[in-house]
């Protein structure tokens, strides 16, 4: 048996090849499209048994079902309308990266450490003499009003230009096995004050998110809704049974869906 050998995946069954397996702790493999099928944040498969790989398939297809139903958003930081960052469901103290469709749900206990990394390199002689819009943004960089709003976020040292931010989270134990996420926080970046000042807004603001919940001073807490925002839900809830009743009526829908579509509706 060699290096080359066909491999099957000990979960479907179908060719594991050389570049797209991975190998579990008892030397099975997992194939490229099983492993699709966990969350993109998911490592340690040297660790990870048969039962484990299966696991974290089962526990995506929950996540991804319980993130278009149920996770309530009660805080969301985003750099603009095309850019989503994250987004926060402090009634139970989980987030969310939204740099997926279905983005994996974590607890903030999962968090071990959380900073921003700036990425800057030194500026040449070239740019240092004849770029004037890049001078325009070192002005603002170095100014003591923009430093003073930031002072836990890495700032640009003088001489240098920004190439990159990324806001870095670092995980203990959770149920994805993911050991970390980075986020990009300068996507489609140009060398202008305005989206620098986003990356940084945006990071800030993240930044204290976590520091919140990892001193205490932010738990998880209910947020109960104004009471005549509700009975305009459970109203709206209402109408839309009478229509799924009419369709039922009609024969375009089965008594199960109905009633399974009914009880969704009411909370029942």
Not at 28 to 44: E, K, L, Y
Not at 113 to 129: G, H, M, Q, Y
Not at 176 to 201: H, N, S
Request: contains cysteine.
């Amino acid at each position: 048996m060699g290096l080359f050998d066909k491999k099957e995946c000990v979960l479907c069954g179908g060719k594991a090849g050389l570049i797209t397996r991975y190998k579990l702790s008892d030397g099975s493999f997992i194939c490229g499209s099983c492993r699709g099928r966990m969350s993109s944040n998911t490592t340690g498969f040297g660790n990870m048994s048969v039962d484990d790989a299966r696991g974290l398939i089962t526990l995506k297809e929950s996540n991804d079902d319980r993130f278009q139903n149920n996770f309530v958003i009660t805080r969301e930081f985003d750099l603009d309308s095309s850019h989503r960052m994250m987004a926060v469901n402090d009634e139970t103290g989980e987030f969310a990266i939204l740099k997926d469709a279905n983005p994996d749900i974590f607890s903030f206990d999962d968090v071990q450490n959380f900073f921003v990394d700036l990425s800057t390199r030194a500026l040449n002689e070239e740019e240092r003499k004849n770029d004037s819009s890049l001078t325009g943004l070192l002005t603002f960089l170095f100014s003591d009003d923009f430093r003073s709003r930031f002072p836990e976020i890495p700032h640009c040292p003088r001489g240098s230009k920004i190439t990159g931010m990324y806001f870095e989270i670092v995980f203990g134990p959770n149920p994805f096995w993911a050991e970390k996420i980075r986020i990009d926080m300068m996507p489609g970046w140009l060398d202008t004050e305005t989206d620098v000042e986003k990356a940084y807004v945006c990071a800030n603001d993240m930044y204290q998110c976590f520091k919140e919940y990892k001193n205490g001073t932010r738990v998880a807490q209910s947020f109960e809704q104004p009471e005549e925002q509700t009975r305009s839900i459970n109203t709206n809830a209402i109408e839309q049974v009478k229509q799924l009743k009419e369709l039922l009526d009609m024969g375009a829908l089965t008594q199960e869906e109905f009633d399974t579509k009914k009880k969704e509706l009411l909370g029942l």
